[in-house]
T-cell receptor, first 115, second 118 residues
Framework: NAGVTQTPKFRILKIGQSMTLQCTQD?????MYWYRQDPGMGLKLIYY???????DKGEVPNGYNVSRSTTEDFPLRLELAAPSQTSVYFC??????????????FGPGTRLTVT | AQKVTQAQTEISVVEKEDVTLDCVYE???????LFWYKQPPSGELVFLIR??????QNEISGRYSWNFQKSTSSFNFTITASQVVDSAVYFC???????????????FGRGTQLTVWP
């Protein structure tokens, strides 16, 4: 199993450009998440999904959009990139347990710079 | 309100020393989960441990041990006989059983940078 994969690993965007960060998991997990990590800070939840066709906002959703058409894929769209979106983005997935919350498995991250 | 506090921003120790990383959390839920993740210099996040609020037993895994105390809302992490490879940022995280679901919305602390010198 590859686990959670993310592409690209690095990207530089100009202000106002758009891009999609790709995330794929092969563990058949229902739950998927997008986080951002700013320097010296913990991760903050951007969006999450409990299954194909179902998404919802996390703590910091402004400037982002997501979709979930399949169990495996959960792309994150940045529209009109701004310098404040310079960050490292992590995708994660987890499995709904039998009444339990299980650990999330993280992808390797995408380092995005907006200039 | 910040839900997870890791007051130690940076810790430096010399190899073979023991080191404890502190984590204090805040929640109104009676059912919640606590996690520790390791982020080595390569940047990935590595899961270390999960503990639910009903299990206050301390846990030991090799050189790692965790002390969960509900009375003080703390979930501290100790590395015994530290090694250079332990150098990393360590994150404590809280997941509330949101509306009774099994969806884990993680709230992370800011992390503690541990440097182990040879």
């Amino acid at each position: 199993n590859a686990g959670v994969t993310q592409t690209p690993k690095f990207r530089i965007l100009k202000i106002g450009q758009s891009m999609t960060l790709q995330c794929t998991q092969d563990m058949n997990h229902n739950y998927m998440y997008w986080y951002r990590q700013d320097p010296g800070m913990g991760l903050k939840l951007i969006y999450y999904s409990v299954g194909a066709g179902i998404t919802d906002k996390g703590e910091v959703p402004n400037g982002y959009n997501v979709s979930r058409s399949t169990t495996e894929d959960f792309p994150l769209r940045l529209e009109l990139a701004a310098p404040s979106q310079t960050s490292v983005y992590f995708c994660a997935s987890s499995s709904p347990g039998q009444g339990l919350v299980y650990e999330q498995y993280f992808g390797p991250g995408t380092r995005l710079t907006v200039t | 309100a910040q839900k997870v506090t890791q007051a130690q921003t940076e810790i430096s120790v010399v190899e073979k020393e023991d080191v404890t990383l502190d984590c204090v959390y805040e929640t109104r839920d009676t059912t919640y989960y606590l996690f520790w993740y390791k982020q080595p210099p390569s940047g990935e996040l590595v899961f270390l441990i999960r503990r639910n609020s009903f299990d206050e037993q301390n846990e030991i895994s090799g050189r790692y041990s965790w002390n969960f105390q509900k009375s003080t809302s703390s979930f501290n992490f100790t590395i015994t006989a530290s090694q250079v490879v332990d150098s990393a940022v360590y994150f404590c995280a809280l997941s509330e059983a949101w509306r009774g679901s099994t969806l884990g919305r993680l709230y992370f602390g800011r992390g503690t940078q541990l440097t182990v010198w040879p």
